[in-house]
């Protein structure tokens, strides 16, 4: 496999405060340190409906998967049709490895909408 085959593209834009890389691709340090400054010590909280809800619900219940790793530190709760969520930093990570592994137009919608909101873009 040639070079240009492995290299994970990188690239950020000054004018947006994004930071690009490509699908899958990004450092699991990168996610962590924009997690970070995002929403310093606090989870990540989201609120879901319809599909996403269904594609997160997916990953979550997974229990302990492959990598021994499950999601165990955040907090789901259904309010009507729409699932709120408290996500441990941990935890995010391990729901955008999942997310990108289920690979469902769904599931890597829902990963760059995540993405995107911590200043991180796949393409």
């Known amino acids: 496999m040639g070079v240009a085959a492995i290299a994970t593209?990188?690239?950020a834009d000054a004018v947006s405060g994004m930071t690009t890389f490509t699908t899958g691709e990004t450092p699991d340090q990168t996610i962590r340190e924009a997690l970070a400054r995002e929403?310093?010590?606090a989870n990540y909280s989201m609120e879901l409906v319809g599909?996403?809800?269904e594609a997160l619900r997916a990953v979550v219940n997974q229990g302990i998967d492959?990598?021994?790793t499950a999601v165990v530190h955040s907090h789901f709760q259904w309010q009507g049709h729409r699932?709120?969520?408290d996500v441990d930093p941990t935890d995010m990570q391990?729901?955008?490895r999942r997310l990108h592994d289920d690979g469902?137009?769904?599931a890597m919608s829902l990963r760059s909408g995540i993405l995107s909101t911590i200043g991180i873009?796949?393409?």
Do not use: K, R
Request: charged share 25%.
């Open 9 to 11: 593209l990188f690239y």
């Open 39 to 41: 929403t310093g010590d």
């Open 51 to 53: 599909e996403d809800a």
């Open 66 to 68: 492959a990598h021994l």
């Open 83 to 85: 699932l709120v969520c």
């Open 94 to 96: 391990i729901i955008l």
């Open 104 to 106: 469902s137009d769904v």
């Open 121 to 123: 873009e796949e393409v």
